[in-house]
């Protein structure tokens, strides 16, 4: 899958720019401040429909305009052309197209275009909560699993009508209570289990993958571990969630399930997230990209666009070099603010000031 051109309208702080990218490496230079990671940003949401900043749907709109639009020529394996449109809305509702042609869902749009993203805030992968490596585990299946953007949708659903249940109980646990509570936990006990066979067999699946991403990355042999075993599953979130009950109306949440999971990530049978160096840590979030990038190329027949938002910055010369040499196939967009090392070896070249292309 090779993105052949973008195109901005009022997204960020892009007036109005196009870029042409190439088969192999295109870089994105230009000094801080300038639209690089804002582009890395529309690529990734045409793909996923979410900001890897984390950012609302009117932080993404250009300051004084009402709508912006990002468009997007994609090349798929099998010759054919798709034109992907997103208008998005500061008020009303977000609209998609595909070669013209209106989804009726939004969510339609997923598997139509893939990207993976590294940025420096991946960091969070490794040294921050376990939201985030929730969030990854997750995404990695929707990219590999249409299927399973509904059954995460449906888990937070089941969670929320839970929580809502439990907050009205006071911290009393009335027979009408128990009743109710019984008919949530049979739905979330199916859903949850589910999502955690799902996110076992893709740690389990995974786990290589990231070792053999992260020793090539250090350069050294490192033993990398992922660990996927909340104590849930060993006795069946049903009857996980019959003896937290009480605990769950007492604090008025629901403390057992997927929704609570965290994968533990080890180097040299250390915790990362406290025991690795910064370096070490960053070495394995990108290692967990890079792996998740491969897996869904392996699944998918053709890899997804690679952007590689100002890594080199954040890594030391010697993992640069190693990164660049050992760079998946496929379209790689890389981002950077400094000088490009002599390992780069870009197909293309394109610099960028205030939101537009300068030249090429």
């Known amino acids: 899958m090779i993105v052949t051109r973008l195109e901005l309208v009022d997204f960020r702080n892009y007036h109005a720019a196009s870029f042409d990218f190439h088969h192999g490496i295109t870089a994105i230079v230009g000094l801080n401040g300038q639209g690089k990671t804002n582009l890395a940003e529309a690529l990734a949401y045409l793909a996923s429909l979410d900001s890897f900043r984390g950012a609302p749907t009117e ?32 008020h009303g509702r977000n609209r998609v197209q595909v070669n013209k042609q209106k989804l009726g869902r939004s969510r339609e749009l997923l598997g139509v275009m893939r990207v993976t993203v590294f940025s420096p805030d991946d ?14 585990m997750d995404d990695t299946l929707v990219s590999l699993a249409l299927k399973y953007d509904a059954l995460r949708l449906e888990l937070d659903r089941i969670v929320k009508q839970r929580n809502v249940l439990l907050k009205q109980a006071n911290g009393r646990l009335s027979d009408d209570t128990e009743v109710t509570l019984d ?3 049979a739905k979330l006990a199916e859903v949850g289990d589910q999502f955690g ?4 067999v893709l740690i389990a699946r995974l786990t ?47 403390t057992i399930g997927p929704h609570r ?22 070495t394995f979030a990108l290692a967990l990209r890079l792996a998740a ?9 053709s890899p997804p666009v690679l952007v590689l938002d100002d890594v080199l ?16 196939p496929g379209q790689v967009v890389l981002t950077t603010a400094g000088v490009l090392p002599d390992a780069a070896h870009p197909d293309a070249i394109v610099r960028i000031a205030d939101g537009a292309v300068v030249s090429t």
């Open 208 to 254: 290589p993958m990231v070792a053999e991403a992260y020793e090539q990355l250090a350069d050294r042999p490192s033993v990398v571990e992922l660990r996927y075993e909340p104590p849930w599953r060993q006795r069946g979130l049903v009857h996980a969630l019959a003896e937290s009950r009480r605990d769950d109306v007492r604090r008025g949440v629901s």
């Open 123 to 136: 960091l969070a992968l490794v040294k921050g909560g376990p939201n985030e490596r929730r969030r990854f």
């Open 197 to 200: 066979h799902a996110r076992a």
């Open 313 to 328: 910055s954040e890594l030391d010369p010697r993992r640069s070099a190693a990164l660049l040499h050992h760079l998946p």
């Open 59 to 90: 932080a993404l709109i250009r300051v004084g305009a009402e709508t912006a639009v990002v468009r997007a020529t994609v090349l798929h394996p099998d010759g054919r052309e798709v034109l992907v449109e997103l208008e998005l809305s500061r």
């Open 183 to 185: 008919i949530w936990d």
């Open 293 to 301: 990038h491969r897996m869904v190329a392996d699944k998918a027949g």
């Open 261 to 282: 999971d965290d994968v533990e990530l080890f180097i040299g049978g250390l915790p990362a997230r406290t025991h690795a160096s910064q370096g070490e840590q960053r």
